[in-house]
């Protein structure tokens, strides 16, 4: 069985996770907090989603490297991490709302590119599972100098269109 992994937010109430925009509409406080996340590329907002009809806002963002990995890799680099992931049946994500963000090296402020996203084939998960090694030098720069880094940074995003219900979903914390 394949999983995919979802940050729990900070502060998570009920059990449906929302898309950027719909947060913006249901919970306004934490639409502002939440939308920070994405202030070190905003021009990504403004990009479509191929085959999904949506913007990067209207999407939830699911990894499918597993947590444990993503601790591992943060430990090497001397940084301690909390984290608390959902982890989901990758069945559960219907392929119709669901596209893969391969996340290639682009410029800086550049748009994504219609080659940038693959299909999302449930079967294919575990190659989705891995951390670039530039993330790794990404994370060296980063972890010194900011409060909060993209701890996937290079690695494949699985974006989901529209809201997810996590009622059943085991929590994993490491």
Same mark, same amino acid.
């Given at each position: 069985?394949?999983?995919?992994?979802?940050?729990?937010?900070?502060?998570?109430?009920?059990?449906?996770?929302?898309?950027?925009?719909?947060?913006?509409?249901?919970?306004?406080?934490?639409?502002?907090?939440?939308?920070?996340?994405?202030?070190?590329?905003?021009?990504?907002?403004?990009?479509?989603?191929?085959?999904?009809?949506?913007?990067?806002?209207?999407?939830?963002?699911?990894?499918? &490297?597993?947590?444990?990995?993503?601790?591992?890799?943060? *430990?090497?680099?001397?940084?301690? !991490?909390?984290? +608390?992931?959902? @982890? /989901?049946?990758?069945?559960?994500?219907?392929?119709?709302?669901?596209?893969?963000?391969?996340?290639?090296?682009?410029?800086?402020?550049?748009?994504?590119?219609?080659?940038?996203?693959?299909?999302?084939?449930?079967?294919?998960?575990?190659?989705?599972?891995?951390?670039?090694?530039?993330?790794?030098?990404?994370?060296?720069?980063?972890?010194?100098?900011?409060?909060?880094?993209? &701890?996937?940074?290079?690695?494949?995003?699985?974006?989901? *269109?529209?809201?997810?219900?996590? !009622?059943?979903? +085991?929590?994993? @914390? /490491?």
């Amino acid at each position: 069985m394949a999983f995919l992994y979802h940050r729990v937010p900070e502060h998570m109430d009920g059990t449906v996770l929302y898309p950027l925009n719909e947060l913006k509409e249901k919970y306004p406080d934490l639409f502002s907090s939440r939308q920070e996340h994405h202030e070190h590329q905003p021009k990504v907002l403004e990009d479509s989603i191929p085959r999904l009809g949506c913007f990067w806002d209207d999407v939830l963002h699911f990894t499918a &490297l597993h947590p444990t990995k993503i601790a591992e890799a943060l *430990k090497k680099l001397g940084y301690e !991490s909390k984290l +608390k992931y959902y @982890e /989901v049946d990758a069945k559960q994500l219907s392929p119709e709302r669901t596209m893969v963000f391969l996340n290639k090296p682009r410029e800086l402020g550049a748009s994504t590119k219609f080659t940038d996203f693959i299909r999302f084939d449930q079967n294919e998960v575990e190659k989705l599972a891995y951390i670039p090694e530039d993330a790794m030098e990404y994370a060296k720069k980063s972890i010194p100098t900011a409060d909060e880094f993209l &701890l996937n940074y290079r690695a494949p995003y699985i974006l989901y *269109k529209g809201e997810f219900d996590v !009622s059943g979903a +085991k929590i994993i @914390e /490491v």
